[in-house]
């Protein structure tokens, strides 16, 4: 079977043999914080030190890791792929940028973090992103507006996720979707396989086990990431 059109949605699982922990496992990063406290609006209007402080913890935690060979096999798929592939990450770390350095630009190849990314900041007032590498104070005064505070650009909860109108265009024209390391816990990106059957997509799950929406999948291959991904890739 041949695909031309492809959309991948990664979550935390495939980040999780590079070190960073997963979400809702009992190791779970929001362990010692409730989500809400920590991942929505009003937890940081009510405490902006405490959120600042669980980002700042882990943007340093970056310098620790590396794409691992989950990263690496899509990389390599980029770079050979010859329709569009559009790679969706729910994930706010950079291991995916890292493992696409090398991918000749010009490819249909495009990355979209759609719930934000660690090494960004984003003005209150003006909505302007820049890159942030270091910690973030709680008053972390905005170069672009007086009255602006620098926040981590991140879609907590509530929040609209990004990009959504070009990853709709993407689902509708996919013709092979697949959702690797994500618990389908939380949407819209718990929806997307949809969008992909309705466009008439092979839509395929790769995990450790099968999710709880596993039966709107075509197909689920089921392991560790580092074996699973470049596995089925190969073998495509
Ligand atoms: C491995 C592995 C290995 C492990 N190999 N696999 C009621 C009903 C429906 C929806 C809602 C509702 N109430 C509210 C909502 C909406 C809400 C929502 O979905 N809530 C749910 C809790 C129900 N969503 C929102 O608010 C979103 N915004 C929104 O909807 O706006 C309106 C809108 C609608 C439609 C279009 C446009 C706009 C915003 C969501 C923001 C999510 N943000 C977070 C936190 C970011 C901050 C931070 O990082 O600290 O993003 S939540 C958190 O979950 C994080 C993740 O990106 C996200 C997904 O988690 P993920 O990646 O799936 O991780 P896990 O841990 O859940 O799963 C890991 C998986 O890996 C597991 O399956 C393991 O088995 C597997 N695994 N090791 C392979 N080695």
Sequence with gaps: MTHRNLVVLTGAGIS??????TFRADDGLWCGHRVEDVATPQGYAADPALVQDFYNQRRRQLAEVRP???????????ARWEGDFLLVTQNVDDLHDRAHAQTPPGAGFELIHMHGELLKARCTRSGVVMDWAGDMAADQASPHHPQGLMRPHIVWFGEMPLEMERIEAALEACDLFVSIGTSGAVYPAAGFVQSARYAGARTVEINLEPTQGARLFDEGVYGPATQAVPGFFDGL
């Design 68 to 78: 691992n060979a989950a990263h690496r096999a899509l990389a390599d798929l980029a």
């Design 16 to 21: 999780a043999e590079s070190g960073v922990p």
